[in-house]
């Protein structure tokens, strides 16, 4: 199975804030990544497909890049509702379909 | 717009057959080339994927349950169903259909979760 791990599994940011978050891949996965963000009590959210593909009604601030073993989730400017834990996941090789271990977004 | 929905008991004894079925409305099962599947999040956990299914009956699992559970669908309710047999405490989870467009494919519509705990 391919092993996902992100990085940092969490960290404090201020609204405004450009962030960064970082997703390796323990074998090629070419751009089968996803990325998703989950609120406390809800279902993760799809954002990011195909490793920078936007998903339909996504806000523009949000973009993912990489291809092969690395790849990245940047949100532009970070807004109150971006405070959330984000996960990738990859689609390359299944079964199984694998998710990292997810980002922790905090409030500075 | 298509939503899924998880029905299913909160509470399965250990040894036990946890049994859970996804609803799926505003569209058809078994409509283009999705695949429908199954998640699950252990409290204060990551996501692991258990298995997906297509219309057709096709299925496929994550080797490490694989021993352990069926997928099935019914097209004429618009539903597909998960079993995993001989639970223990670690199968607690907040379990989640989703559907995926491809085989391999991001999960792009989820239903809201149903939280099972097993405990005798």
């Known amino acids: 199975a391919i092993r996902m791990t992100q990085s940092p599994s969490s960290f404090s940011a201020s609204t405004g804030d450009r962030v960064t978050i970082t997703c390796r891949a323990s074998?090629?996965?070419?751009?089968?990544l996803a990325w998703y963000q989950q609120k406390p009590g809800k279902a993760p959210k799809l954002l990011i497909y195909?490793?920078?593909t936007l998903q339909s009604g996504v806000p523009s601030r949000f973009s993912g890049s990489g291809s092969g073993t690395d790849f990245t989730l940047t949100i532009s400017c970070l807004q109150s509702e971006d405070f959330a834990t984000y996960y990738c996941q990859q689609y390359y090789s299944y079964p199984p379909l694998t998710f990292g271990g997810g980002t922790k977004v905090e409030i500075k | 717009q298509l939503q899924l929905q998880e029905s299913g008991p909160g509470l399965v004894k250990p040894s036990e057959t946890l049994s859970l079925t996804c609803t799926v409305s505003g569209g058809s099962i078994s409509s283009s080339s999705y695949y429908w599947g199954w998640i699950r999040q252990p409290p204060g956990k990551g996501l692991e994927w258990i298995g997906s299914?297509?219309?057709?009956?096709?299925?496929y699992y994550n080797p490490s349950l694989k021993s352990r559970v069926t997928i099935s669908v019914d097209t004429s309710k618009n539903q597909f169903s998960l079993k995993l047999s001989s639970v223990t405490a670690a199968d607690t989870a907040v379990y989640y259909c989703?559907?995926?467009?491809?085989?391999?494919?991001?999960?792009?519509?989820w239903g809201q979760g149903t939280m099972v705990t097993v405990s005798s």
């Open positions: 299914i297509y219309y057709s009956g096709s299925t």
């Open positions: 074998q090629g996965i070419s751009s089968y």
């Open positions: 195909a490793a920078s």
């Open positions: 989703a559907r995926h467009p491809q085989r391999n494919a991001a999960f792009d519509i």
